[in-house]
């Protein structure tokens, strides 16, 4: 068997020791005669499996007693809802900054619940940067402040955080776990898992503990943050695989030497990958040198009648899944934490064979 190399912008590439455990672990966990899949959410096996998770991810982000962390499920589209429904009071604005793609969904899913400012947007630059803070239209009644720091289609991040008086409210499902972050700046952190965390099917919102108790009399249970708080997350079944081999992905990175380590990789990877398309007439990424994104590289190809050829070429050579958003076209490399240098450089080679043979 001969795994490929896979730049999927999500559902994203995993560990390959991950998975070997995994695997092993998959008739017989610890033992006990049963896979993890197959025990009760409240047995001692699978609620030893959640705090250990828990604590793991406190201990990688630096995450203190004043957080609940919540594992859920929907995916992060359903936090762009619970988001106003647990924090936007009646008489209150909710700020965003559209960035791209991922902000205007959180947008317009907001504006179901309430009023919505959106207090800066740079869809004037085709969201190939990012509005200078000096010119954000804050309210001055807003429950918060919501931001997403890694647009995934437009490969666009924020390498400098939001300063506003209300709470913080941020997507970090493409950037989470890639660097260190200061959670105390945030009021509201969420994220899907499927692009550095775990397998789709689980959600994480770490939320500051003053801010539970605000929901929307209307909030259901299921989107309620307190009531995941104060059940543990275990108000009805979490989704206990996803939430295993998101355990097991945090020991992974804990063994790597944490964020700040994986940081230096990422960056490393990142920076090459980004020389070598500005060292080329061939490729281009249009976006603001500032703010490229360390975890999705979206590319264009001189002449996009070449782009199929490229895909299928590519795919021929083992590099999966590099096929641009369908919204903005080109390719579009993703480099999460799981997707080692060794990738990157077999990309560039095959980038730079194929503009000598294209260009
Ligand atoms: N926000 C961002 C930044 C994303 O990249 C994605 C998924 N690609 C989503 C939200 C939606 O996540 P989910 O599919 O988990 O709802």
């Given at each position: 068997m001969t795994r490929k190399y896979n730049f999927c912008a999500g559902p994203a590439a995993l560990p390959e020791s991950v998975l070997e455990i995994a695997r092993d672990d998959m008739l017989d966990w610890h033992g006990r005669g049963l896979s993890i899949m197959e025990m009760s959410h409240r047995s001692a096996e699978v609620v030893g499996v959640a705090e250990q998770a828990e604590q793991a991810l406190r201990e990688l982000l630096g995450v203190s007693d004043d957080y609940a962390v919540l594992f859920l499920q929907g995916g992060a589209s359903t936090q762009f809802a619970a988001v106003p429904l647990n924090l936007l009071g009646a008489n209150q604005a909710a700020d965003y900054i559209n960035t791209g793609q991922w902000s205007k969904k959180a947008i317009a899913e907001a504006r179901r619940f309430g009023t919505v400012n959106v207090a800066a947007t740079s869809e004037d630059t085709n969201f190939s940067t990012i509005p200078a803070r000096d010119g954000w239209q804050l309210s001055d009644n807003a429950a918060y402040l919501h931001y997403t720091p890694n647009e995934t289609i437009g490969g666009v991040e924020f390498?400098?955080?939001?300063?506003?008086?209300?709470?913080?409210?941020?997507?970090?499902?493409?950037?989470?776990?890639?660097?260190?972050?200061?959670?105390?700046?945030?009021?509201?952190?969420?994220?899907?898992?499927?692009?550095?965390?775990?397998?789709?099917?689980?959600?994480?919102?770490?939320?500051?503990?003053?801010?539970?108790?605000?929901?929307?009399?209307?909030?259901?249970?299921?989107?309620?943050?307190?009531?995941?708080?104060?059940?543990?997350?275990?108000?009805?079944?979490?989704?206990?695989?996803?939430?295993?081999l998101a355990q097991l992905v945090f020991a992974w990175l804990q063994g790597l030497g944490g964020l700040a380590a994986m940081a230096d990789i990422n960056r490393r990877k990142a920076q090459k990958l980004y020389a070598a398309i500005d060292g080329s007439d061939f490729y281009a990424n249009p976006v603001d040198p500032a703010c490229r994104s360390l975890m999705n590289v979206p590319f264009t190809l001189a002449d996009d009648a070449l782009d199929k050829v490229f895909l299928a070429e590519s795919e021929e050579a083992g590099l999966l899944n590099l096929k641009g958003h369908r919204s903005v076209g080109g390719m579009r490399a993703s480099i999460y934490n799981a997707v080692g240098e060794d990738a990157v450089d077999a990309l560039i080679a095959f980038m730079q064979d194929f503009e000598q043979r294209n260009g």
């Open positions: 390498f400098w955080t939001p300063e506003a008086d209300a709470p913080l409210v941020t997507d970090m499902s493409s950037t989470i776990l890639s660097r260190p972050i200061n959670v105390d700046d945030y009021g509201v952190i969420y994220a899907g898992a499927q692009k550095n965390i775990g397998p789709a099917g689980l959600t994480i919102v770490i939320v500051r503990r003053e801010l539970l108790g605000r929901a929307h009399d209307l909030c259901p249970a299921m989107l309620n943050w307190q009531v995941a708080a104060e059940n543990d997350s275990m108000y009805n079944t979490p989704p206990t695989f996803a939430l295993y």
